[in-house]
């Protein structure tokens, strides 16, 4: 039966949240801070999309798949949304690394990760590497700002909108997507989301030599996007200062360097811009999504930290499912790890 739902926050986990509850023919009414969507961590200029394998198939692991394929599923549907499934190269940190991401690699299917030598992905690089890696043809990059006005479109979001109490709206449902300020909205159930402060830098095309793919080593960079390619990414966790700082750009750029050796030789870190947002980050870097008290109808959606492009289609899938009581689209021990209970917080389920 269709709810009256109000999701606060138009970032990457409110829109889809959203979108996915509107696709059920719910009446869902997005609040948002800000006078437009995407002005927070989901603003960034180009992120990565792509998944993590692992030796054990983890939970982590697990569920990054489920985010990426049904990410690729959705995306598909959204031809507003700018992105591009380039592939990216993950390039290992030293021998002992290269050798298990060649044991991941074996075990699964070609077209969704495969271990290429050091020859190979220089040359899919077009740049010298200093290792092997793993390479994922069908991930890429996305431009999040235009993701989440895609997600958005024709649904109600009242911008310049700040909720200080829950309970001035008045709705079936709530669905907390508001990033690292979740807390503060719900105190008593001491939900230990925290900010993870992080700087991209924002490297003009014209200083670097061409490059189209993603890469990944500890950091990452970009294919260029309207001129700029985006090279990150710093974390200071609790840190709530927005001003970007020239240790950041220096420390991306030392990042770019281990990544690909001498490519952005030219780049002077005193006259690179960038931007600063803050990461919702959870204790155990899962996402925390589910009903805080299905009986008061309280919801969240949130604690993407550093994936949050990966992790918010299939948790809004999930959380949607929660709600309008339909089959679940994940495992029950992958529910349970995302649960926002798993912390024994109050959740009152
Ligand atoms: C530097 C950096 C680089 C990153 N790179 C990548 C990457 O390459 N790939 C990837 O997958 N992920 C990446 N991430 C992570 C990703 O950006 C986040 O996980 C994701 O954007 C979080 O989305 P969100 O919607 O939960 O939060 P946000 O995008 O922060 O949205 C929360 C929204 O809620 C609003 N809000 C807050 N409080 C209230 C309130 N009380 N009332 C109304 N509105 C409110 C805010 O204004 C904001 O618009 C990166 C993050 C950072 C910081």
Redesign the pocket.
């Given at each position: 039966m269709a709810r009256s739902i109000a999701v606060?926050?138009?970032?990457?986990?409110?829109?889809s949240v959203a979108h996915a509850l509107a696709q059920r023919g719910h009446a869902v009414t997005i609040?948002?801070?800000?006078d437009a969507?995407?002005?927070?961590?989901?603003?960034?200029h180009?992120?990565?999309?792509r998944p993590l394998p692992s030796l054990d198939d983890s939970r982590l692991s697990r569920l990054l798949r489920a985010g990426f394929l049904r990410g690729h599923q959705l995306f598909a549907t959204l031809p507003e949304a700018r992105l591009g499934w380039t592939g990216a190269l993950h390039i290992a940190r030293d021998p002992k690394h290269e050798a298990t991401q060649q044991r991941i690699a074996a075990g699964q299917p070609a077209d969704f990760c495969r271990f290429v030598t050091r020859e190979a992905a220089s040359e899919l690089a077009g740049w010298p590497v200093e290792f092997g890696g793993w390479w994922f043809p069908q991930a890429g990059w996305?431009n999040?700002p235009s993701l989440v006005h895609a997600l958005l479109a024709g649904l109600d979001v009242r911008y310049d909108?700040?909720?200080?109490r829950l309970a001035d709206i008045d709705a079936e449902d709530i669905v907390l997507?508001?990033?690292?300020?979740?807390p503060?909205?719900v105190p008593d159930f001491k939900l230990p989301i925290r900010a993870?402060?992080?700087?991209?830098s924002h490297v003009p095309e014209s200083t670097t030599p061409p490059f189209h793919i993603v890469a990944t080593r500890l950091g990452?960079v970009t294919p260029a996007v309207d001129g700029i390619r985006c090279a990150?990414?710093?974390s200071q966790l609790d840190d709530l200062d927005a001003a970007p700082r020239r240790g950041d750009h220096i420390e991306n750029l030392q990042r770019l360097d281990l990544l690909l050796p001498g490519f952005g030789k030219a780049l002077d870190p005193a006259t690179l811009n960038g931007?600063?947002?803050?990461?919702?980050m959870s204790p155990d870097r899962l996402p925390i999504v589910g009903p805080l008290s299905a009986s008061e109808g309280l919801w969240i959606?949130?604690g993407?930290?550093?994936?949050?492009?990966?992790?918010?289609s299939i948790c809004a899938e999930l959380l949607a499912c929660q709600i309008s009581g339909e089959p679940l689209p994940l495992e029950a021990d992958l529910v349970a790890a995302v649960s926002p209970g798993r912390f024994k917080t109050q959740a009152r389920v």
């Amino acid at each position: 039966m269709a709810r009256s739902i109000a999701v606060i926050g138009a970032g990457i986990a409110g829109a889809s949240v959203a979108h996915a509850l509107a696709q059920r023919g719910h009446a869902v009414t997005i609040f948002e801070a800000a006078d437009a969507p995407a002005q927070g961590a989901s603003g960034n200029h180009v992120g990565v999309f792509r998944p993590l394998p692992s030796l054990d198939d983890s939970r982590l692991s697990r569920l990054l798949r489920a985010g990426f394929l049904r990410g690729h599923q959705l995306f598909a549907t959204l031809p507003e949304a700018r992105l591009g499934w380039t592939g990216a190269l993950h390039i290992a940190r030293d021998p002992k690394h290269e050798a298990t991401q060649q044991r991941i690699a074996a075990g699964q299917p070609a077209d969704f990760c495969r271990f290429v030598t050091r020859e190979a992905a220089s040359e899919l690089a077009g740049w010298p590497v200093e290792f092997g890696g793993w390479w994922f043809p069908q991930a890429g990059w996305i431009n999040p700002p235009s993701l989440v006005h895609a997600l958005l479109a024709g649904l109600d979001v009242r911008y310049d909108q700040r909720i200080d109490r829950l309970a001035d709206i008045d709705a079936e449902d709530i669905v907390l997507a508001n990033g690292y300020e979740a807390p503060a909205l719900v105190p008593d159930f001491k939900l230990p989301i925290r900010a993870g402060r992080g700087l991209v830098s924002h490297v003009p095309e014209s200083t670097t030599p061409p490059f189209h793919i993603v890469a990944t080593r500890l950091g990452y960079v970009t294919p260029a996007v309207d001129g700029i390619r985006c090279a990150g990414a710093t974390s200071q966790l609790d840190d709530l200062d927005a001003a970007p700082r020239r240790g950041d750009h220096i420390e991306n750029l030392q990042r770019l360097d281990l990544l690909l050796p001498g490519f952005g030789k030219a780049l002077d870190p005193a006259t690179l811009n960038g931007r600063v947002s803050f990461r919702p980050m959870s204790p155990d870097r899962l996402p925390i999504v589910g009903p805080l008290s299905a009986s008061e109808g309280l919801w969240i959606s949130g604690g993407f930290g550093a994936r949050g492009l990966v992790f918010a289609s299939i948790c809004a899938e999930l959380l949607a499912c929660q709600i309008s009581g339909e089959p679940l689209p994940l495992e029950a021990d992958l529910v349970a790890a995302v649960s926002p209970g798993r912390f024994k917080t109050q959740a009152r389920v």
